[in-house]
Each structure stands twice: as structure tokens, then as C-alpha cells.
């Protein structure tokens, strides 16, 4: 079975502050792919990057880089100097192929001025 | 309009009513979905289309029934809900259902049932 865990329900830091957001997943294919989504106050849900399970590089885009780690099964998102605008619920999420998109039930992000 | 929209943004209804809810995509994707979000719960998908076929029906109750009339375009018709049926509705929409690309989604209708 396919599942996406992400303990941390509810985070809060000071503008400035780095935070890292936890994700863990389980699944048995070899070949499958890794999300993260940023869902804002207005709903959508927006894409952020998308990695496979064979490739284990971090990835930086800006403020924002990931730790994909296939020993533990983890996919991590960090935000370097956090903004106001960061404030979203953040979604990481597992794609194995069968057309399903497996959520983990998000971690809301807050930042304080 | 770019990228995924989704009509109405907010809907109040009854269950006796019968309303439908709107998507379009302006991606020139092939694959079509609906998720439904309640609180403190994951996203659940609903229902695949992928090329205007439906490629997944993820057990969900038949008062929900989907529509896709082409590649652009999925509508949800809603009959006789529930008020557990209350939630925000995602549409998203992807290059294809049958690879892993990411899937990208509109605002959301957020439905309450009275």
C-alpha cells in the first residue's frame, strides 16, 4: 500500500527563521514519483516540484530546496528565511503510476511578521 | 484565463437540490480529476478521465456523478448530498492520467450542504 506521512500538523515561526517541513512515505515500487504542494488561503493548490525515485539529488529553487532521502524513505521541504507569504498549508504527496496521486494530510505553515 | 478554473467558487444547497459544478483547463492536458477535501482529512480522489474516458471511479456514492464532455472541459452533477458532503471540491487537470506528471488544480468550490 501507498502512504504519505507528514507528523507535523501545525508549524509556527518568525519571519526570518529557516523551517523544514517532514515527509515520509511508504511503498513497495521501485519507480514512483515524489510532490510538493503549497495550498494558500485562497484554495488552490500550487505545484512545487516533482522528483523520481531514481534520481536522490537535492534540489534548490530560490528560498526553497528539498532533501529526498531513499534510506529513509523521506522527502523533505525547507524554506530558507521565511516570509509572511510563505503562510500555506503544505502538501507532500507520492505518485506510483495507476493514476493515483497519494496526499499526506498537510502541514500548516504559519509565518508571524 | 489561464491554467485550471472552476465555477461556482462557493455553493450552498439542500439536499433535495440538484446543482452541478465547473471545471475547465487551459493546459491543453488530456487527463482530468476530481478530489474532495473535508478537514483534517487527506485529499480524496474521486474520479480519473483521462482522453474523456473515465479511468477511475474511486467508490464514491452515486449522487456524485461526473461528466467530461472533452478534454477541457469536467463537470461534477450533484443530486440528493448529504451534509457529510460538505467540502471543498479541486478539479486538476495533467498532461495524462496513465504517467506521472504533476497534476495541476484549480481554486476549489466549496460546497456546504444545509
Known amino acids: 500500500a501507498q502512504k504519505v506521512t507528514q507528523a507535523q500538523t501545525e508549524i509556527s515561526v518568525v519571519e526570518k527563521e529557516d523551517v523544514t517541513l517532514d515527509c515520509v512515505y511508504e511503498t513497495r515500487d521501485t519507480t514512483y514519483y515524489l510532490f510538493w504542494y503549497k495550498q494558500p488561503p485562497s484554495g488552490e493548490l500550487v505545484f512545487l516540484i516533482r522528483?523520481?525515485?531514481?534520481?536522490?539529488q537535492n534540489e534548490i529553487s530560490g528560498r526553497y530546496s528539498w532533501n529526498f532521502q531513499k534510506s529513509t524513505s523521506s522527502f523533505n521541504f525547507t524554506i530558507t528565511a521565511s516570509q509572511v507569504v510563505d503562510s500555506a498549508v503544505y502538501f507532500c504527496?507520492?505518485?506510483?503510476?495507476?493514476?493515483?496521486?497519494?496526499f499526506g494530510t498537510g502541514t500548516r505553515l504559519l509565518v508571524s511578521p | 484565463e489561464t491554467g485550471v478554473t472552476q465555477t461556482p467558487r462557493h455553493l450552498v444547497m439542500g439536499m433535495t437540490n440538484k446543482k452541478s459544478l465547473k471545471c475547465e483547463q487551459h493546459l491543453g492536458h488530456n487527463a482530468m480529476y476530481w478530489y474532495k477535501q473535508s478537514a483534517k482529512k487527506p485529499l480524496e480522489l474521486m474520479f480519473v478521465y483521462n482522453f474523456k474516458e473515465q479511468t477511475e471511479n474511486n467508490s464514491v456514492p452515486s449522487r456524485f456523478s461526473p461528466e467530461c464532455p472533452n478534454s477541457s472541459h469536467l463537470f461534477l452533477h450533484l443530486h440528493t448530498l448529504q451534509p457529510e458532503d460538505s467540502a471543498l471540491y479541486l478539479c486538476?487537470?495533467?498532461?495524462?492520467?496513465?504517467?506521472?506528471?504533476?497534476?495541476?488544480f484549480g481554486p476549489g468550490t466549496r460546497l456546504t450542504v444545509t
Open positions: 486538476a487537470s495533467s498532461q495524462d492520467s496513465a504517467d506521472y506528471y504533476e497534476q495541476y
Open positions: 522528483r523520481n525515485s531514481f534520481d536522490e
Open positions: 504527496a507520492l505518485h506510483t503510476g495507476f493514476q493515483k496521486l497519494v
